[in-house]
Nanobody
């Protein structure tokens, strides 16, 4: 089992930037891919971005392409979500997740992930 802890959320004005971190522990080596999701109040949890620990494959949700970047530091068992040009619609609780059972064509689905962090709040003011 992989344990995940997010950090880095906060309040930022529109156009600003934040960098989220997700530290993995436990059987982190067993996870093949890592993902970021977000959930706004009263809405379903939606895919944001995902990548492999090797960085060989990276995918993004269309609304964040060009603004968000997913990256990782294997030496620290940590992966990141750098968010630029933030918009009020980006306001949500952001979750990181780890999985190992599916190909990249399924990484946008919550069912592809076995481990989840507790979430970190991102609020973008207009």
């Amino acid at each position: 089992q992989v344990q995940l802890v997010e950090s880095g959320g906060g309040l930022v004005q529109a156009g600003g930037s934040l960098k989220l971190s997700c530290a993995a522990s436990g059987q982190a080596f067993s996870a093949w891919y890592m993902g970021w999701f977000r959930q706004a109040p009263g809405k379903e949890r939606l895919f944001v971005a995902a990548c492999t620990w090797t960085g060989g494959t990276t995918i993004y949700e269309d609304a964040v392409k060009g603004r968000f970047t997913i990256s990782r530091d294997n030496t620290k068992s940590t992966f990141y979500l750098s968010m630029n040009d933030l918009k009020p619609d980006d306001t949500a609780v952001y979750y990181c997740a780890a999985g190992s059972q599916y190909s990249y064509t399924s990484w946008a689905m919550t069912d592809a992930y076995a481990s989840w962090g507790q979430g970190t709040q991102v609020t973008v003011s207009s």
